[in-house]
């Protein structure tokens, strides 16, 4: 499990951890807990470095994650940002809204639009408050070929 970094949202009051009870498959996987203080946040993990450094216009590039929600009717995001430099060219978005708790796939596609751009890999759960969290695991970016 490496490439995964920091918080995407407010970190003092969020944790991200390598966990071996989070794990879909394999040893790890990563565990996102919301901390005192924390209140309906947006709060999960990001790629880094990105795992898409040079797209190619055209491309289809898949997007897949596993997540287990910590309770039913908790809603997790995966996004995948299409960016040259500090401008955004495309963004796709899937959420879940958990009807139970257990290992729920999440998978998209985004076309890239221009040669030469990066792509940001997101998940996160939306409205996190202290003593939540969710575990997510087998992370996957791919294109034909």
């Keep these: 499990m490496t490439g995964w970094t920091g918080t995407y949202g407010p970190s003092k009051y969020v944790t991200i951890t390598r966990d071996a009870a989070a794990a879909h498959t394999g040893g790890y996987g990563v565990k996102v807990t919301g901390l005192t203080g924390a209140s309906n946040l947006s709060s999960g993990f990001s790629d880094s470095p990105r ?22 009717g908790q809603k997790i995001t995966m996004r995948l940002r299409e ?3 500090s401008t955004l060219v495309a963004d796709k978005v899937v959420t879940i ?16 639009v221009r040669s030469g751009d990066q792509l940001a890999f997101v998940v996160y759960a939306k409205a996190i408050s202290a003593g939540q969290f969710f575990y997510a695991d087998d992370f996957s970016l791919t294109s034909p070929g």
């Design 83 to 85: 960016w040259n430099g």
């Design 97 to 112: 809204t958990a009807a139970a708790a257990g290992w729920q796939q999440l998978t998209q596609t985004l076309t890239a």
């Design 51 to 72: 795992w898409v450094s040079q797209t190619v216009a055209g491309t289809t590039y898949t997007q897949s994650a596993w997540v287990d929600p910590a309770f039913a």
